[in-house]
């Protein structure tokens, strides 16, 4: 009788063991639900919020910050000074040049004296007459060097962003401030050039950023550069934003430009979707099921036909699984 009963048992742990081995060995899945929604065929772009108005100061003459003169949030004008940099060889410049100016008119002076007297030629004079004009143009060409020393603002506007500090080394061409209109606002966006001819102003655009991850905010294609970037084969296109939108400028966007939108359509996640395929689980084995879809996108695709709302399919299916595999289904829900 002990013996049937352990017999029994290590039967039923045998068994058991094969079952959880069994399990292990097929791939885990999760079923989602189709679901009825808008379907929303987008041209996808990412993007940066800038002004509509706005430039950049950038010295013309690299050197050392002595002096701030405006700070963010400050109305400027333009031709307002914003800041100075250091201009004690420029000085020293000048003033060389104008002790050689002093020589030189007294040099045209003597020369021309001479002349009338028939003592020096007139090429000799002449010569003097060229030098002086040369220093004269050297002095000129010097003072307004020394004057991109002074970085000015290039248009009326509030000063938007300062990236210098007193002491600070700048390069010429290194953008210090930034002056614009805080309104309206724009996305300036790069659209790959073959979806370039979808794209049309006046389409509607769905816009996601970081700072706002549970809204998905409006704008209006409003341009496009005629001539594209042959290096990163893109189209700038500009997108207006509404005068109320939370985005500020600098912030990153990612963007959808609606190009074709249908309202209650059968919905699938893309992930499901495998070669015009997607899987149902029948009795423990994955199904094959051949589907046509319409409209597709980054995160849904609409289903034409092959499918219906009563049937679960496999999200993210593996990349190996094939028509009758047996499968473990973790989940199962909408």
Do not use: C
Not at 20 to 42: C, K, M
Not at 71 to 90: H, R, S
Not at 202 to 218: E, S
């Amino acid at each position: 009788m002990r013996k049937l009963l352990l017999l029994s048992v290590l039967a039923a742990v045998l068994a058991g063991g094969y079952w959880v081995f069994e399990q292990a060995g097929r791939p885990e899945v999760r079923l989602v639900a189709p679901y009825r929604g808008p379907a929303v065929r987008a041209v996808y772009a990412t993007g940066v919020v800038e002004p509509e108005i706005w430039a950049a100061v950038a010295p013309l003459e690299g050197g050392r910050i002595v002096s701030i003169l405006a700070f963010e949030n400050a109305e400027v004008v333009a031709g307002e000074p914003l800041a100075e940099l250091d201009d004690q060889e420029a000085e020293a410049i000048i003033e060389e040049l104008e002790a050689r100016k002093s020589y030189l008119e007294k040099e045209v002076e003597r020369t021309r004296r001479l002349l009338a007297r028939s003592i020096v030629s007139e090429k000799s004079h002449e010569h003097a007459l060229s030098e002086h004009r040369k220093i004269l143009a050297a002095i000129a060409g010097a003072k307004v060097r020394r004057d991109h020393l002074i970085l000015r603002a290039p248009i009326s506007g509030k000063l938007l962003r300062r990236d210098g500090e007193v002491g600070e080394v700048v390069a010429r061409g290194q953008a210090v401030f930034w002056v614009g209109a805080p309104r309206p606002l724009r996305i300036k966006a790069e659209v790959d050039e073959e979806d370039i001819p979808l794209v049309h102003p006046g389409q509607a655009v769905k816009i996601k950023a970081d700072a706002f991850p549970d809204h998905v905010l409006d704008g209006t294609v409003s341009d496009i550069t005629p001539k594209g970037d042959p290096v990163n084969k893109s189209f700038r296109v500009w997108i207006a934003l509404p005068d109320d939108t939370p985005l500020m400028i600098g912030m990153t966007t990612e963007t959808n430009i609606v190009i074709e939108e249908r309202a209650n359509s059968l919905l699938i996640p893309t992930s499901a979707l495998r070669s015009g395929t997607v899987w149902t689980v029948v009795e423990g084995r994955a199904t094959a099921v051949p589907i046509e879809t319409g409209v597709s996108g980054h995160l849904r695709t609409e289903i034409v036909g092959g499918l219906d709302e009563a049937q679960r399919i496999i999200v993210d299916p593996p990349p190996e699984l094939a028509d009758g595999d047996k499968v473990r289904v973790l989940a199962d829900g909408a």
